[in-house]
């Protein structure tokens, strides 16, 4: 499984190289990229809000390229920083915010796919989404990586529009009521991996007394 995410992430970036060509000859700033990418990804949110799971997919998918062409563009003209970073880490979670809040509000809301209990799905996706992108920033924090366990962001989004794109609210929508519980499951997985793994570095790593100790 990880040989085959790997030969898509080397075809997408292999399809995406013009585009980074265009953009680094146009010299545009990677934290322009990195704006557009979000209000993007914001629009797909308001769109699966809607209902328009479909048309949201595709949005998504189509301008997920954004992540990916902001980190690129910044190191092959040298812009990389550390603002840079802290710019792009923040404005990912405002996108995954509003993401997940806009299957929130579908749930609720839907006049035919309105579910109580996919609300509270759908909440707790987005709680351990959050979750395991505060423990990897803590652990980094404190001096630690913390990027281990089944779901990464690019995981996340491509669950949250191949699937879409294809299926919409196809079969009753129980395609798209199984993907969210997948990334609720998944990414609280996640999270209970990365809270062991710290745990691990950090107690079979000797503290240094303090002053006065």
Known sequence: MQALWSAIVRGYLAVIAPVADWLVAK?????TITTVGTIC????????????????????????LF?????????????SST?????????DRV????????????YATHPVHANQGM???????????????????????????ARVGVLQRPERI?????????????????VLAGIVSLLAVT???????????VHRITTATPTSTSPGE
């Open 119 to 145: 609300v509270i799905v759908a909440v707790l996706a987005l709680i351990a989404t959050f979750l395991t992108s505060y423990t990897n920033a803590r652990a980094e924090g404190l001096g630690f990586t």
């Open 27 to 31: 010299r545009v700033r990677p934290n």
């Open 187 to 197: 990414a609280w997985i996640t999270f209970f991996q990365r809270m062991a793994y």
């Open 41 to 64: 990804t914001c629009i797909a949110g308001a769109i699966f809000a809607r209902g328009h799971i479909s048309i949201g997919g595709w949005f998504l998918g189509l301008t997920a």
């Open 83 to 91: 603002f840079g970073a802290f710019y792009d880490s923040t404005l």
């Open 95 to 106: 996108a995954d915010g509003f993401l997940l809040g806009g299957l929130v509000v579908f």
């Open 158 to 174: 491509t669950l949250l529009s191949a699937p879409q794109a294809f299926f919409g609210l196809a079969f009753h929508g129980w």
């Open 67 to 79: 992540d990916v062409l902001d980190g690129t563009v910044a190191r092959r003209t040298g812009q």
